[in-house]
């Protein structure tokens, strides 16, 4: 009898778990241990994608016979990275100088197993126009939702559609955190096809 590789979500982001657990595949959770800090002049696009790969290397030199996932999100605001603002006054400057204007999320997600030298990455970036945002309405929103968490200060799964004129993606998960149609290619190819192994 074949052995499944086992699979492992490099990351502590509970968006991204919720995600994965959309594929009703079993996977365990580990925190990979990355420095986050950007590059001097690294383009947001290059730190998404760069970060990815590092959380799931970090992880798969703990677990070599594992397949893991590492994701990184970076909000790209012409051309500067907007990370997650951790204090209600950050987010209220992120989402003031993101209002009427188009924002860029950066998703990239990688699947890295060492013990097949399987190495799988994809960017997949999501075009978001903010509406022109009053400062009731951002504060109201900051208050309701606290997105303290999350890369550009707004959950569009819930109440930060609100904030929104219109979202461009070929991959709809892709601005919650994890773009699970790139991810299930990625996984095919590393030999974990969710159609195949996914539970009931």
Known sequence: MTTRPLLILGSTSVYRRELLSRLRLPFEVHAPDVDETPLPGEAPAALAQRLALAKAHAVSRLHPEAVVIGSDQVADLDGQPIGKPGTHERAVAQLRSMSGRSVVFQTAVAVVCARSAYVGAALVPVKVRFRALSNE????????????DCAGSAKSETLGIALLDAIESDDPTALVGLPLIRTCTLLRAAGIDPLSVARP
Do not use: F, G, K, S
């Open 137 to 148: 309405e951002i504060e109201t929103y900051l208050r309701a939702e606290q997105p303290y």
